[in-house]
């Protein structure tokens, strides 16, 4: 559980910093984020997302990203790396995911909600593609295995690169049973997105 969360996230920050530099994907986390106090006060801060449980992060730098589109940069440096502890449980993996997940909804910009919409339809097509095999025969079973087979190679390059530039090549020892369980969790965590969800969170349920 813990490898697979760690590869995880080596992912996301790989796609938080291709998107940063590109300019169509403003994603961030919390324990990793700085800004100037002037910039804070000029977008008011967390006004606007504070109605929420989650997200204040990556919705306050979004609201950044629209005063200046050119201002937010990705610090690609191994000096700059924190260290999160990772979910202990499988029950507080879920509600972190699920918390997550929450907060979809509120994303701004094109870029952030169609990257993420477009990665759950092609996990979800492949479920459905799956699933059609046994009524429509081997050319179903042809394009899953095509279509497992981009999502392998992508997944490969992304992963291996991160993992190296975060020294954890030891991580992609799991690609293979974390690329299958990836499938699943993409499908599961971005229907969470579409649907009113709870979960805990520091001891208490949340809408």
Excluded at 41 to 62: I, N, R, T, Y
Excluded at 93 to 109: D, N, P, T, V
Aim: charged fraction near 15%.
């Amino acid at each position: 559980m813990e490898q697979f969360q760690s590869l995880d996230f080596a992912g996301m920050m790989a796609i938080t910093a291709a998107g940063i530099q590109g300019k169509y994907l403003y994603m961030c986390n919390g324990a990793n984020l700085a800004y100037p106090k002037a910039v804070f006060e000029e977008v008011k801060g967390f006004e606007g997302v504070d109605g929420l449980a989650s997200g204040d992060d990556m919705l306050l730098l979004q609201k950044i990203a629209d005063r200046y589109p050119d201002g937010i940069q990705y610090l690609k440096t191994n000096a700059a790396v924190v260290l999160t502890a990772p979910m202990q449980t499988l029950s507080s993996f879920i509600q972190q995911r699920r918390r997550w997940a929450s907060k979809s909804g509120s994303y701004k910009g094109w870029g952030t909600q169609l990257q993420l919409g477009l990665v759950w339809l092609f996990s979800l097509s492949m479920l459905l593609t799956l699933c059609l095999t046994p009524f429509l025969g081997c050319s179903m079973l042809l394009l899953w295995l095509i279509q497992f087979a981009l999502k392998a190679i992508a997944d490969y390059l992304l992963l291996n690169s991160a993992c190296r530039f975060f020294k954890r090549i030891d991580l992609m020892k799991v690609f293979w049973p974390s690329l299958f369980l990836h499938w699943g969790y993409i499908i599961w965590v971005g229907s969470l997105g579409l649907l009113p969800t709870k979960y805990k969170w520091k001891g208490r349920s949340v809408k």
